[in-house]
């Protein structure tokens, strides 16, 4: 091995062994095996290695599929001729194993594909979107869900997803806030780190590890105005400290391939900046593993008029660290021609070649290409039930109760006459989410087959639409309020459709849409209690009826269960314990907008003048802010303690705090550890969530949790890019949200002081 090669190869060890995933070790004749055929390929031969194309042995109509080879047929020839290396979006061992065989058995240097596929949150079992279960603030929940869905895309022929999103989502407009964990990057960090321990397992080289592909890097969900695709303006700074980290959590825990975005940041398409993809991403963050394109996104470089036609993107791409191109066909067009001319180093593509073949080979794919490819396992480890009541149990946790005037639970033994109303009453179109392009249409369990399995005389239940999801119905209203009347209490499904959050779904507004909004109105002038069941993919900005009904639920898209999960809170067998990764704000015109913002030389409490930063329509605060979440219980927090209010730079501070279950059910609560640096070089949030801590606690009980902080939780990037802190004030809280809580302060003294 070169020196080079070590280096590469020991990154990949060194990062799985450093977080807690076993030694990859490779065998040395292993790696001579790839040496020997980087030796042995065609230019050709290395740019198919390098390109992705859609599956067409066992097509499943997938997002946007304009582009590629669309038949068995022709992929088919490609294969044999070695001009592709992986398949996406495909599911199915038969059509995998068809294909494997070509390319192991006919090409002639019979190396495996890669089959990849888009499993965001689920294969068959739809668990929640990504969204909701941030909802849980329970990494371990994400991992559990995300291996849950890692042994039924393996078993379906799969090698890798492309997921988990990483992108901090700052701006509701944004179509795929859905895809992530939300506004907030510690926990965006803590959640992707956990689904990629979840989807990969302990041993990569087992059938059931699902290879993760952290996406969109980097920056995605800071594009301008929520405008998806669009530009990213930012400073290296905010780069840094907002938006890298969830990747570099995700490195962490052995995230082996990363996808560059299609936005382009400060004027450089993500696709061909190679400061990002190579100088930050490589030499920075020693990220190891090979970078996919996103789906033709090297094509897309003449769109953005970086790049003059199809081979200047192709040279751009793969000179920026772009390894595996997808979809486009473009690397296996202009890359030999490219090499030839010397318009790209011979070494520039064997290096990518080598990234991508030492992933296969982590993978075991070399010694077992029929790995994942298992009848038997496709037989019975999907859809399982196991896998189904993780399924509600992961939904029930995502629900989020925002407000609650005592109506809820619902005590089905008190036979009260319910009307549901809205489009998502019996809708099973709706339930799975967007990205869930595997799951099977209609089994997923709507709300009124979820309540009426729950309630012990189901003809208490009365269903009527009222309207269409983003239009009226006939007399729908009218109707609505009928049923209203003759009910005693009255639960409102309304909200997005599952197409209108996702890729390619901004909205100028995050409102609920107009015949909704307006059969919601009717129904609150009847005067019943209303119940509000938000379907969603974003925060929304709630009006009228809906923000003043009696009690609200977030549930966003809860996949395969969300009936039962929604009757499981209802009538109080799940008590809420949701808490919301997004603010919801009073209005649209808020946007972008997260708890994280800097508080101006006129901040909104200050009332020594009129003149503040704020709307003339509504101040800059939440309606319910990030971390809010109620439960049927109370619980209160006392005794806020620190072990010292002095924190040496290399100390460590233990702060503690008592949470009591002041209510009378049981229930679980999440204290967060929020800080506020006072004053600093770079101006500096006026909260950042730094920890956080799940307790279940009985009626009447009290546990004492303990938080550690130290120098590093303090740390900001200062001018300049460099990650600093900086001696001097903080505050803390610990609440129950990211507004109020128990405050106090620490101070960090500078290194020179000596000990007491
Ligand atoms: C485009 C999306 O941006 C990306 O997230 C996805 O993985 C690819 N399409 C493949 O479907």
């Known amino acids: 091995m ?328 473009l690397y296996i067009r202009y890359l030999p021609e490219l090499v030839k001319s010397g318009a790209v180093p011979m070494g520039t593509v064997d290096v990518a070649v080598r990234r991508i073949l030492y992933v296969k080979l982590a993978m075991g794919l070399f010694d077992n290409p029929w790995r994942s490819l298992d009848e038997e396992a496709e037989r019975t480890r999907i859809a399982t039930p196991a896998h189904r009541a993780l399924a509600r149990d992961a939904a029930g946790r995502s629900i989020v109760l925002l407000k609650n005037s005592g109506v809820l639970p619902i005590d089905p033994s008190q036979g009260q006459k319910i009307a549901l109303i809205g489009p998502f009453g019996e809708d099973r179109d709706n339930v799975y989410g967007p990205w869930a392009f595997y799951g099977d249409p209609g089994k997923g369990v709507d709300l009124a087959t979820g309540l009426r399995a729950a309630l012990p005389d189901a003809a208490k239940l009365a269903v009527e639409p009222g309207c269409g999801m983003d239009g009226p119905i006939d007399g729908g209203i009218a109707r609505a309020v009928e049923i209203a009347k003759s009910a005693d209490i009255v639960l409102l499904a309304i909200g997005e459709s599952q197409t209108m959050s996702g890729e390619a779904q901004s909205r100028t507004t995050i409102e609920i849409p107009a015949a909704q909004q307006a059969l919601a109105d009717a129904i609150g002038a009847t005067g019943k209690p209303v119940v509000v069941l938000l379907r969603h993919g974003r925060a929304l900005a709630l009006h009228g009826s809906v923000a003043d009904a009696q009690a609200i639920l977030a549930t966003w898209f809860l996949g395969s269960e969300s009936g039962h999960a929604v009757a499981d809170v209802l009538f109080g067998t799940v008590n809420p314990s949701g808490k919301l990764p997004v603010s919801f704000p009073w209005e649209s015109g808020q946007e972008p907008f997260f708890y994280d913002r800097k508080s101006t030389g006129r901040p909104v409490v200050d009332n020594r003048t009129e003149y503040r930063a704020r709307y003339t329509t509504t101040d800059n605060s939440a309606r319910f802010p990030f971390g809010h979440g109620l439960s049927y219980t109370e619980f209160v927090l006392d005794n806020l303690k620190l072990s010292d209010s002095a924190m040496r730079w290399d100390d460590t501070v233990e702060i503690s705090v008592r949470i009591t279950n002041k209510g009378s059910r049981r229930g679980s609560e999440v204290a967060q550890l929020y800080i506020r640096d006072r004053v600093a070089s770079r101006t500096r949030p006026i909260r950042e969530l730094k920890a956080m801590q799940r307790v279940s606690l009985s009626p009447g009980e009290s546990r004492t949790i303990h938080f550690s902080l130290i120098r590093k939780d303090l740390e900001f990037i200062g001018q300049g890019s460099k990650r600093i802190a900086e001696p001097g004030m903080f505050d803390i809280w610990v609440g129950q949200s990211s507004t109020g809580g128990l405050h106090t302060q620490i101070e960090l003294y500078a290194a020179a002081l000596p000990k007491n």
């Open 2 to 329: 070169t020196m080079h090669r070590r280096a590469v190869l020991s990154g990949i060890l060194g990062g799985a062994a450093a977080f807690g995933l076993p030694r990859i070790t490779f065998a040395a004749g292993e790696v001579q095996r790839v040496d020997d055929l980087i030796a042995r390929m065609t230019i050709e031969e290395k740019a198919g290695q390098m390109t992705c194309l859609a599956d067409a042995f066992r097509p499943f109509n997938p997002p946007n599929p304009q582009a590629g080879i669309q038949d068995e047929k022709r992929l088919s020839e490609e294969i044999r001729k070695g001009r592709v290396g992986c398949l996406f979006n495909g599911i199915g061992v038969a059509g995998a194993r068809r294909a494997q065989e070509l390319a192991v058995k006919e090409s002639r240097l019979g190396i495996p594909l890669l089959f990849a596929g888009d499993v965001i949150h689920g294969l068959k079992t739809i668990f929640p979107v990504p969204l909701a279960e941030a909802s849980s603030f329970d990494p371990e929940l994400a991992r559990s869900t995300a291996r849950a869905m890692a042994v039924e895309a393996t078993a379906a022929g799969l090698h890798l997803t492309f997921a988990p999103m990483a992108d901090v989502a700052r701006d509701q407009r944004w179509g795929r806030v859905v895809e992530g964990s939300g506004e907030d990057v510690t926990l965006t960090a803590l959640l992707s780190a956990a689904r990629v321990h979840g989807f990969q397992g302990r041993d990569l080289r087992r059938a059931d590890s699902l290879l993760a592909c952290p996406k969109h890097f980097a920056a995605y969900g800071a594009v301008a105005g929520g405008l998806e695709y669009g530009s990213v303006d930012i400073s290296d700074e905010t780069l840094r400290e907002t938006h890298l980290p969830p990747f570099a959590a995700s490195f962490a825990a052995g995230a082996l391939t990363t996808m560059a975005a299609f936005s382009e940041i400060n004027g450089v398409p993500a696709t061909a900046d190679r400061a990002l993809l190579t100088d930050t991403l490589r030499g920075e963050m020693e990220f190891r593993g090979f970078v996919f394109s996103d789906y033709t996104a090297d094509e897309e470089l003449i769109a953005h008029g970086y790049a003059e036609d199809e081979r200047d993107a192709a040279r751009l791409a793969v000179l920026a660290g772009v390894d595996m191109s997808m979809q486009s066909g």
